[in-house]
Every structure is written in C-alpha cells, then in structure tokens.
C-alpha cells in the first residue's frame, strides 16, 4: 500500500543552523511529490513540488528539496534557519489509484521549534 | 486570483447536531478535497470533488457528506456530531486531482 513517512515528529534548531526534513515513500513508480507548512491555526502553504525533471527543486522562503529514486526520498533543506521558519511541515505524495483516479497523501508532519 | 475561502473559521456546535461547512475553490478550479485535521490523526483525507462527482472518498463513516456544486463551490456535511469530530477541516482546490493543491485557512469546529 501506498505510505508516506516523515521520521521525525519534532525537530529543534537554532536560528542560523541548517535544516533537513525527511520525508520517505512507498509507491512503485514515481508520485508528484510536495512540502507543505503550517503555520499555527492556519491552512497548508504550499512550499515546492516535484513532478519530473531536475531533482533538485527550489521553492519559497529558501528551501530547497532533492528528490532521489533510490532511496524512495524526498527532503526538505535549508541552509540557514529563521526563526519565522518555526511552524509544522508537511510531505504530500500524489499516487495513481487501481480506479484510475488519484490520491493525496500527507505525511504525519514535522514540528520545527527555532531557537534564538 | 482570490485564494481558497473557507465559511465560518469557526463554529461551536453540541453533541448530536449537525453541521455544513462551505469551500470557494480557486477560481478556474475544479477539483476540490476536504481534510480532517486533529493533532492525534494529522491529516486525514475525507473526499474529492470534480465537475460535481466524487472521484475519491477516506475512510470515514457515512455521517461525513459532501457535495459540489456547478460553479465548483463545495459543502460538507456533518450529522449527529460526535465529540470526536472537534476539529480543523480543511479544504484544497486544484485544477486537476494530481495537480498542485492551494489550501483554504480551515474551519475550526469544536463540538461541546
């Protein structure tokens, strides 16, 4: 069955450090692939996606994510965190389903806290 | 272009009543899903809208409707509401079910 996974529920960096999301899927052919954030009582921002071409993709606010085939993966980075970046995270995968149709997934989110 | 509008953000209802949220997709688009956000079960995906049909429903019991309409405007309906169902719902709009989904700022419903 279809999964995504996001490894770690929360994440602490000081501000200025560098920032890895994981995010990790299950599917047998290649999904669209998107990062979300949310802020507290908001709706989902959309940061980046990825349907096909260069891996390495660039999205809003400076973040970046690289897609890799092998490892079923598709992280989240940022060279250097603000503390305006504090919020949860969230990957999205979109799979084919046996109808013909497609389904979003989310991932369970990862709550990033900046440290001033 | 007008994002994604959700009415009310925010609503109190009892045990037992029921309750209709509204979504105003993205002008232009016309595939709309609705989510159920809590922070014990994350994101779950309710269903999916397009051109008026449901395309995709999750797993949850039949007192969790929905509907849309021809101008892609979309409802959904809670019946005798649980203490359980307090909660964020959320809904996207894209142009197309594998497209890029824009998400509206959410109903916060707290069932008493």
């Known amino acids: 069955a279809q999964s995504v996974t996001q490894p770690d529920i929360h994440i602490t960096v000081s501000e200025g450090a560098s920032l890895e999301l994981r995010c990790n899927y299950s599917?047998?052919?290649?999904?669209?692939l998107f990062w979300y954030v949310q802020s507290p009582g908001q709706g989902l921002q959309l940061l980046l996606k990825?349907?096909?071409?260069?891996?390495l993709v660039q999205g809003i606010k400076g973040f970046e994510a690289e897609f890799k085939r092998s490892q079923s993966s598709f992280n989240l980075r940022k060279p250097s965190v603000h503390w305006s970046d504090a919020a949860e995270y969230f990957c999205?995968?979109?799979?084919?389903?046996?109808?013909?149709?497609?389904?979003?997934?989310f991932g369970t989110g990862t709550r990033l806290k900046v440290l001033a | 272009k007008a994002g994604v509008t959700q009415t009310p953000r925010y609503l109190i209802k009892t045990r037992g009543q029921q309750v209709t949220l509204s979504c105003s997709p993205i002008?232009?688009?016309?595939?709309v899903s609705w989510y159920q956000q809590t922070p014990g079960q994350g994101l779950q995906f309710l269903f999916e809208?397009?051109?008026?049909?449901?395309?995709n429903k999750g797993n949850f019991p039949g007192r969790f409707s929905g509907r849309q309409f021809s101008n892609s405007r979309s409802e959904m309906n809670v019946s005798t509401l649980e203490l359980g169902d307090s909660a964020l719902y959320l809904c996207?709009?894209?142009?197309?079910?594998?497209?890029?989904?824009?998400f509206g700022p959410g109903t916060r419903l707290l069932v008493l």
């Open positions: 996207a709009s894209s142009l197309a079910s594998r497209g890029t989904q824009y």
């Open positions: 599917y047998g052919a290649t999904p669209y």
């Open positions: 990825y349907f096909s071409g260069d891996t």
């Open positions: 999205a995968v979109v799979f084919s389903t046996t109808s013909g149709t497609y389904k979003y997934i």
């Open positions: 002008s232009g688009h016309r595939s």
């Open positions: 809208y397009f051109s008026e049909t449901q395309r």
